[in-house]
T-cell receptor, first 112, second 115 residues
C-alpha cells in the first residue's frame, strides 16, 4: 500500500518567517494530495489540496507544490503568524477509488 | 461543526472491558471513517464504511469492531480493551473515500484511556 513520510516532525519559526513541510509518497499512481491542519485540542481540517495534473497551488499565504517525478510534495507557509501554530498532516490518495494515507504530522510552532 | 458528533468526549475504562464509541453525522455523507491519533504515529485508519451495511478494514483494525446499520451512525466497539488502545479516536465523514471539496469532516474526538 501507499506509504507517506513527513518531515520534519517539529518545526519552530519566528513570526514572519516562512515554513516548509515536506512529504514523500511511495505509490507513483497516487493522484491527490491534501493537507490538514489540527490546532491544539481541535479536529483536523482541510486547508489546501493539489491534484497530480497541477504542479503548484496557492491560497493566500499557503501554497503546495508537487514533484511527481521525485514523488514528493511540500506545504509552504509565508509570513507565519502565531495562529499558524498547529499540527499539519499531509496525505496521499493511491490510485483508484481509495481512502487517504496520512503522514505522521508536523508540529509547527510560531513564536511571536 | 454540529454536522458530526462523537460521544463520549472522554472515557476511562478498565482493561478487558467492552467500550463503544459513538459517531453520528447529519450530512448524509456516504463514507464514514474511524481514525486513532497517537503521538509519533499521526492518524491511522481503523475502519471505514462506504454505505450502510458496508464496512472495510483500515491500517489498524485488530481489536475493533464496527457496524453501520444506518447511514448516519457508525459506532466503534473495543471488544476487550487493552492499554495499547489508549488513544484519541476521531470519526470522520465524507462524500467520497478521499474527501470531497471540503475534505473529510472530522468529529471533535474521543479521548479514551484504558487503565
Amino acid at each position: 500500500g501507499e506509504n507517506v513520510e513527513q518531515h520534519p516532525s517539529t518545526l519552530s519559526v519566528q513570526e514572519g518567517d516562512s515554513a516548509v513541510i515536506k512529504c514523500t509518497y511511495s505509490d507513483s499512481a497516487s493522484n491527490y494530495f491534501p493537507w490538514y491542519k489540527q490546532e491544539l485540542g481541535k479536529r483536523p481540517q482541510l486547508i489546501i489540496d493539489i491534484r497530480s495534473n497541477v504542479g503548484e497551488k496557492k491560497d493566500q499565504r499557503i501554497a503546495v507544490t508537487l514533484n511527481k517525478t521525485a514523488k514528493h510534495f511540500s506545504l509552504h507557509i509565508t509570513e507565519t503568524q502565531p495562529e499558524d501554530s498547529a499540527v499539519y498532516f499531509c496525505a496521499a490518495r493511491p490510485s483508484g477509488y481509495s481512502t487517504l494515507t496520512f503522514g505522521k504530522g508536523t508540529m509547527l510552532l510560531v513564536s511571536p | 461543526d454540529a454536522g458530526i458528533t462523537q460521544s463520549p468526549r472522554y472515557k476511562i475504562t478498565e482493561t478487558g472491558r467492552q467500550v463503544t464509541l459513538m459517531c453520528h453525522q447529519t450530512w448524509s455523507h456516504s463514507y464514514m471513517f474511524w481514525y486513532r491519533q497517537d503521538l509519533g504515529h499521526g492518524l491511522r485508519l481503523i475502519y471505514y464504511s462506504a454505505a450502510a451495511d458496508i464496512t472495510d478494514k483500515g491500517e489498524v483494525p485488530d481489536g475493533y469492531v464496527v457496524s453501520r446499520s444506518k447511514t448516519e451512525n457508525f459506532p466503534l466497539t473495543l471488544e476487550s480493551a487493552t492499554r495499547s488502545q489508549t488513544s484519541v479516536y476521531f470519526c470522520a465523514s465524507s462524500e467520497s473515500p478521499s474527501g470531497g471539496p471540503e475534505g473529510y469532516t472530522f468529529g471533535s474526538g474521543t479521548r479514551l484511556t484504558v487503565v
